[in-house]
């Protein structure tokens, strides 16, 4: 195994992250997307840390570091999406133009 | 190296699998018609992940995705789904009209990191291979060098739980708070 096939494959499910990020209107979906570029970075981190196989798996201490941001990030997200829907009732992005100019 | 040589390794063949699911799973979770579908499909891409890593040989990290993802996030996920639309059909209105610019913007993205590690690693090979991670060593480096990290990482946590609940909570109506003061 080289480590390229790994990067590769990270940067492929990134790049679906951004283009969801941009397409998608519903909010849980955008944040689906993110989940999916999240995901890419553990895949680098973990390779990287197989790569140089450190005494410490600093590769993988920082991966766990993130999925545990991400959870984080999951939590506070859907407690502002469920407000959104609660006051404006729609979780779609084009129409929360409240504070556009 | 060249790709005779690369596919001629066993657990190539097991990544290539591995790696199609994923990218098949996460190209549905960005283009499904269905919420409930995209969300679940994620499952696939996180699933495939955990595979990955454990060709990495890090046990310890692929375990803990499939906990805290699969088994919290998703669900999470399908309860915000359930909660913020009660049709969970399929939905023409999922996506915006625009679709050519951010796919070429995400084709240049991949692009452009693929080009960058082809240049930077071109075929330095993964170090270990069939030996796990021993968790021993995971476990000192994060109660041990990673502390700090460790300790601010479980206070943000705490953070978003309060928080979470802070703003998902419903405030009470005037009438309500009466009532509650009265009772």
């Given at each position: 195994m080289i480590v390229n096939q790994f990067l590769i494959l990270s940067a492929a499910l990134f790049a679906l992250g951004v283009y969801g990020l941009l397409v998608r209107r519903n909010i849980v979906l955008i944040l689906l997307s993110v989940e999916l570029m999240l995901n890419a970075v553990n895949i680098n981190l973990v390779a990287f840390e197989a790569m140089l196989n450190t005494t410490e798996a600093l590769g993988q201490v920082f991966a766990i570091f993130?999925?545990?941001v991400a959870a984080a990030e999951v939590g506070i997200g859907l407690a502002i999406v469920l407000m959104i829907f609660r006051n404006r009732r729609s979780a779609n992005v084009d129409e929360l133009n409240l504070m556009r100019w | 190296m060249s790709f005779a040589d690369w596919i001629s390794e066993p657990v190539n063949w097991v990544f290539l699998v591995i790696g199609l699911a994923v990218?098949?799973?996460?190209?549905r979770v960005v283009t499904s018609k269905n919420v409930v579908h995209a969300a679940l499909f994620l499952v696939g891409a996180l699933g495939g992940t955990a595979g990955i890593f454990l060709l990495l040989s890090a046990e310890f990290v692929a375990w803990v995705l499939v906990l805290v993802y699969i088994g919290a996030v998703i669900v999470l996920f399908l309860f915000g789904i359930m909660i913020t639309r009660a049709p969970t059909g399929l939905d023409e209105g999922l996506d915006s009209e625009r679709k050519v610019w951010p796919a070429f913007l995400s084709l240049a993205v991949f692009v452009a990191l693929a080009w960058g590690s082809v240049v930077?690693?071109?075929?330095?090979p993964v170090a270990t291979t069939g030996t796990?991670?021993?968790?021993?060593?995971?476990?000192?480096s994060l109660l041990g060098r990673f502390v700090i990290p460790f300790e601010i990482v479980g206070f943000?946590?705490?953070?978003?739980?309060?928080?979470g609940i802070t703003i998902a909570r419903r405030d009470l109506t005037?009438?309500?708070?009466e009532e509650r003061v009265s009772a």
């Open positions: 993130v999925i545990t | 990218l098949v799973s996460g190209f930077a690693f071109g075929t330095n796990p991670t021993v968790t021993e060593i995971l476990g000192e943000v946590l705490l953070a978003a739980l309060i928080g005037p009438v309500e708070e």
